[in-house]
């Protein structure tokens, strides 16, 4: 799955360690979401997009399997 959490936050001017505060999640793991090397929970999606003022749609971007 991949994100615009990154082109959002730096687009809005918010550092990494501020929005983690907001969340409650470590900036490692803003920046490990950033990187998509981490799905967030549906808690953590949801707690991102209501942060935002966005919907989960907005902010992340599913790719459905080939294999399927």
């Known amino acids: 799955m991949k994100n ?4 959002i ?3 809005r001017k918010i550092k990494q360690e501020e929005f ?9 793991t803003i920046s ?3 990187n998509g090397r981490y799905n967030p929970s549906i808690s953590l ?20 399997d080939k294999d399927v």
Request: hydrophobic share 45%; aromatic share 12%.
């Open 45 to 64: 999606a949801f707690k991102i997009a209501r942060y935002f003022g966005m919907t989960i749609e907005e902010i992340f971007i599913f790719e459905e």
């Open 20 to 28: 983690a505060k907001a969340l409650g999640v470590t900036r490692q």
């Open 9 to 11: 936050r730096s687009s």
């Open 4 to 7: 615009r959490i990154e082109e």
């Open 32 to 34: 490990s979401l950033e």
